[in-house]
């Protein structure tokens, strides 16, 4: 089956985390999955962008460890890596994500 | 007196921190005043970048509300506006500063 690249969580760096989370279309995504508390397809998060920029947003939040995705069958399934980054930087995502879901 | 100017807090976005925070340079520097407490001149903050990129770096610290600037005579003293974004993002910025002091 082919696979999606990710990051391991070592080569995670918190620059990248906050460059991922510098664009209001990226923290829309993340917003998403973090109600959705399950693995999303990229047709589930609907976030009134076109196509074309979502899946370069997909790239950046993937490249940078906050997503990952799983290929079955036809869909991408797309989930967040909260407990291996709250392993990596204690309180961080938590922290973000309730700002997130607050606001 | 010359003053420099700073977003009010209300204008304060989450993705302006995270840009902010997305580059090496500037969690130095943000590094930096955290470990001294007081607020520290330009010089005082020794991070062995160049000079004219560093004036770039503090401006853009500055335009996201990470940092105030205060002249003093001929110089300009940088400090966190730590207490009003704790207000504005409950947690995060306290967050951040323990993992950046931890790495």
Same mark, same amino acid.
């Given at each position: 089956?082919?696979?999606?690249?990710?990051?391991?969580?070592?080569?995670?760096?918190?620059?990248?985390?906050?460059?991922?989370?510098?664009?209001?279309?990226? /923290? $829309?995504?993340?917003?998403?999955?973090?109600?959705?508390?399950?693995? !999303?397809?990229?047709? *589930?998060?609907?976030?009134?962008? +076109?196509?074309?920029?979502?899946?370069?947003?997909?790239?950046i939040l993937r490249a940078a460890g906050? /997503? $990952?995705?799983?290929?079955?069958?036809?869909?991408?399934?797309?989930? !967040?890596?909260?407990? *291996?980054?709250?392993?990596?930087? +204690?309180?961080?995502?938590?922290?973000?994500?309730?700002?997130?879901?607050?606001?």
């Amino acid at each position: 089956m082919r696979q999606i690249k990710h990051p391991r969580l070592e080569q995670i760096e918190l620059t990248d985390l906050m460059h991922a989370l510098s664009d209001p279309a990226r /923290i $829309e995504i993340v917003r998403c999955l973090a109600r959705a508390r399950r693995p !999303l397809t990229c047709s *589930e998060i609907d976030i009134d962008r +076109p196509k074309s920029s979502m899946s370069h947003h997909f790239k950046i939040l993937r490249a940078a460890g906050l /997503i $990952e995705t799983e290929i079955r069958g036809k869909e991408h399934f797309n989930s !967040l890596r909260t407990g *291996e980054l709250e392993h990596k930087f +204690p309180g961080l995502v938590k922290t973000l994500l309730r700002l997130m879901l607050a606001a």
